[in-house]
């Protein structure tokens, strides 16, 4: 027999439902705003402890990490000549920053997953399972990036620039600027290679479709060579296509992606374009 609460009653708290099924929905309102900088707090140190811990790895393979980084510059060098520097310290530096360096990228997937936990909470129950895919898909858009900086793009920017050495112009570049040269396209490389990580995401959560992506294709375009004249060192269109062509090619790459896991139907599209 049904309970019928009279006005004013208490009994009327028999006729909630149930919260349960809301717990991962309200989950951000529960948390006050000291408890997110703890928990924020907390990713942080994880993520600083994975990075020590990646350092000491790659503090023990600093030598073999300084040949390979610098081995582009060393082909191009005249015969007989050297990488040189000018400050006491400077080469003791290099070889701290590499270390530092290599133990981001061997921390990296464990990074990445302290920034899931840390975003986790604010997504719905049917988002928190794209843990797994971030943490695979952004370390290896970091990897990917990396290697593309090291065996295509710096390799050719370094060799453009010694084309210019003569019998009267000797090209000995100095260790500092090598170095910040490569930092620089390695940056650029490994947040360009995040694309369809990205992409893949949004489509994911139906904010674009593959549809709206080819549609704003030459707009793409133009904001690609635009970078690409930012970040490249020379303003010779080679130079430029260098580091517009991989980005072309992950944009193409990143439709494909959307159209994979974005949604399928025209209204869909309709309504999201």
Do not use: C
């Amino acid at each position: 027999m049904a309970l019928v609460p009279f006005p004013g009653s208490q009994s009327t708290a028999l006729q909630r439902p149930p919260e349960e099924e809301d717990d991962d929905l309200s989950l951000v309102g529960k948390m006050s705003f000291l408890e997110h900088l703890d928990e924020l707090r907390k990713r942080v140190m994880h993520a600083a402890i994975g990075i020590v811990v990646g350092v000491v790895v790659g503090f023990t393979f600093h030598q073999w990490l300084y040949d390979f980084i610098l081995q582009p510059t060393r082909r191009v060098l005249p015969a007989g000549s050297h990488l040189i520097y000018t400050q006491p310290a400077e080469a003791f530096s290099l070889h701290i920053q590499i270390a530092l360096i290599a133990g981001v990228v061997i921390s990296s997937p464990y990074i990445m997953y302290q920034v899931w936990r840390f975003i986790a909470p604010g997504l719905y129950a049917n988002e928190k399972k794209f843990a797994i895919p971030f943490v695979v898909l952004s370390s290896l858009g970091l990897v990917a990036g990396a290697a593309f900086n090291h065996y295509i793009a710096f390799p050719f920017m370094i060799a453009f620039f010694g084309t210019f050495s003569s019998p009267d112009l000797q090209f000995l570049p100095a260790l500092t600027p090598v170095w910040s040269m490569y930092m620089k396209f390695l940056v650029a490389m490994g947040l360009t290679f995040q694309m369809p990580t990205v992409v893949y995401f949004l489509a994911r959560m139906q904010l674009v479709t593959a549809r709206f992506l080819a549609k704003h294709l030459k707009y793409a375009v133009l904001i690609i060579f635009v970078l690409a004249a930012v970040v490249t060192p020379g303003g010779d269109p080679g130079t430029q296509a260098v580091f517009a062509a991989p980005m072309m090619a992950l944009y193409l790459l990143s439709i494909g992606i959307a159209w994979i896991v974005g949604p399928k139907s025209a209204k869909t599209d309709q309504l999201l374009d």
